[in-house]
Each structure stands twice: as structure tokens, then as C-alpha cells.
């Protein structure tokens, strides 16, 4: 791979003194932009189904814990297949993120990659991720392949609809159907519960987050629901997040649930609400605070119904 000797400056929605700005070889630092290490965000953000799902799975069979192998393997997936999702993205977008503030500094856009070196980037991270795919069950494997033309189309939707977020919701919600399928070899109805809960979970979250762009969007003609929704975006987002609460609590009664998954649950929800009330559509700053935000309810969902298949055991 090859770049040129530019290294682009420091991303808009990257933390200030993140560890690639700062410490990383310099040589690499383009490519850890373009994987987004620097916004570990993403990666969170789409891992976190694939663990809700395991778990869930290890309540229904009764094991004392969420597998950890399974647990480990997609971690190295998610790190792996949010980076290669995020260079598809940028490679398709880099004319259009070229006049947008927040994202005239990727790689791509700005030049710090070139298009040939960002297509052999892409290649490597999706060798990984095959890797991490064959090293789960056939079932498993089949399910995850089948995920693939949503992830590949999503980049073009903004062109097209005002509901981008959807394509997106399926994508980043596929997780919560492997964990089951990996350790069930089927996809059941907690499973598919838990999967409509997270693509509302997702067209919620990403609302919030499409409002830091909206102004530029507008002007250089893509489509958001940030866009479509305006003013009423809080309670969509609002709506949404209700919505996904009700899901996932059929998800963990259709599992078999016990009390420290449901107090895991309302964690979530509270983080949620806190959600709604803090988000302003016309701060960015805040919007990008409040859509980081995701990770911590996630992981207090994640510890519920971790601990709600250890404690038992214990007892």
C-alpha cells in the first residue's frame, strides 16, 4: 500500500488527543483514520448485538456465561468489518465528503490515501473478517454472508432515500443474529426479536448523529432522516427508543430472562431517556455526545444479561 506523504490532520469527530493522532507511526496513521481507530465508536456500536446475542443465547441454554470464544471472535469482527465498512464508505463518498466540513479531512477525500491503496486496505480488513467468519459454525457462516449486500449498498442509499438509517439499522443489527445462530445453528424468534429492536435502536441513534451534518447534507444534496424529520427528530428518536425497550423485553422473556437481565434492561432504557432529554438537533457538539453515549447503554444491557447467566450459577 502507498499514500501520499500528506497525513491528514486531525478528523472532526475524533477525540482530541486520541492515541493515532499522537502516537501512532506516522506512515499508518492515514489508514487508522480511514478504519476509524481513532472513533472507536463504531466499532462498539456494531459489536455490541453480536454480544446482546450471545448472551441472550446463553440464558435460553442455561450456560453459566456468554461464551468467551464466541465473544472474542467477534470483537476481532467488528474491529475488522466497521473499518472495511467505513473505507467502502469513503472510497463511494470521497467527492461528497470533500465538501462537507466534518468530513473534508478523511483520508480519501482529502488525498492522505489513494483509491488504489484504500480498495487494497479494504481487501486485508475483509480477510479478516472471512477469517473470523469461518471460524464460526456453517449456520453462523451462511447468516453472516447473507449480510453482506446490505453492507455493500448502504453507502449509495443516502443518494437515493431520505431513510438511509434503515439500510443502515439492518446492517449494524445483523450481530444480534449471529450470536444466537452460533450457538443454536437456527434463528429464533428472541433472536429476531432482539434484531427489530436494535434496527430501531440504530435508525434512532444514527438520527441524532446525521444532525451534525444536516446544513451540509442539504446543500450538497443527500438525504438523511435528520433532513426529513427536522424539528419532530427528538421525538422520532424518542419513539424509536420506546420501541426498541418493547423489543428487546420480548426478546428476554422469549429467552427465558431472569430478573438481572430485565434490571440490565432498565438501565438501558434510563440511559435512553437521558438520551432524549439531553439532545439538542442544533448543537452538533451535543449531538455527538449524546450518540456516543450508545456504548454506555449497550454495555449496561451487555452486563445484565451477562450477569443473569453468572449469578445462578454461583448460587
Not at 41 to 55: E, F, K, N, R, V
Not at 74 to 100: Q, S
Request: proline share 5%; with cysteine; hydrophobic share 55%.
Amino acid at each position: 500500500m502507498s499514500s501520499t506523504d500528506r497525513s491528514a490532520p486531525h478528523v472532526a469527530d475524533a477525540a482530541r488527543g486520541n492515541w493515532v493522532d499522537h502516537h501512532a507511526p506516522a506512515a499508518l496513521r492515514p489508514y487508522l483514520r480511514l478504519a476509524r481507530v481513532d472513533r472507536p465508536i463504531g466499532t462498539w456500536l456494531l459489536l455490541l448485538p453480536c454480544w446482546w446475542s450471545t448472551a441472550l443465547a446463553a440464558i435460553a441454554a442455561g450456560s453459566p456465561f456468554p461464551d468467551p470464544a464466541l465473544l472474542a471472535l467477534f470483537a476481532i469482527g467488528a474491529f475488522a468489518m466497521r473499518g472495511a465498512g467505513c473505507t467502502w464508505n469513503d472510497i463511494l463518498d470521497r467527492d461528497i465528503d470533500g465538501r462537507v466540513a466534518r468530513t473534508r479531512n478523511r483520508p480519501v477525500a482529502s488525498g492522505a490515501v489513494s483509491v488504489p491503496a484504500a480498495f487494497a486496505f479494504l481487501a486485508l480488513q475483509c480477510l479478516i473478517g472471512l477469517a473470523v467468519l469461518l471460524a464460526l459454525p456453517r449456520f453462523a457462516i451462511v447468516t453472516g454472508i447473507a449480510s453482506l449486500g446490505v453492507v455493500a449498498v448502504y453507502p449509495l442509499m443516502k443518494r437515493v432515500t431520505s431513510f438511509p438509517q434503515v439500510v443502515l439499522g439492518i446492517a449494524f443489527s445483523w450481530g444480534a443474529l449471529m450470536g444466537w445462530a452460533s450457538v443454536f445453528r437456527a434463528i429464533e424468534d428472541p433472536a429476531l426479536l432482539l434484531f427489530a429492536g436494535c434496527v430501531a435502536w440504530v435508525f434512532a441513534y444514527d438520527t441524532i448523529y446525521a444532525h451534525q451534518d444536516k446544513e451540509d447534507d442539504a446543500v450538497v444534496g443527500v438525504r438523511s432522516t435528520a433532513l426529513f424529520f427536522g424539528r419532530n427528530s427528538a421525538l422520532v428518536v424518542g419513539l424509536c427508543y420506546a420501541l426498541t425497550v418493547v423489543l428487546f423485553g420480548f426478546a428476554l422473556r422469549a429467552a427465558g430472562a431472569g430478573p438481572l437481565a430485565v434490571a440490565g434492561l432498565a438501565g438501558f432504557a434510563l440511559q435512553l431517556a437521558w438520551q432524549v432529554r439531553a439532545l439538542d438537533i442544533d448543537d452538533p457538539a451535543r449531538c455527538l455526545v449524546v450518540f456516543k453515549s450508545n456504548r454506555d447503554a449497550g454495555l449496561i444491557l451487555f452486563a445484565g444479561l451477562a450477569l443473569d447467566t453468572l449469578v445462578p450459577a454461583l448460587l
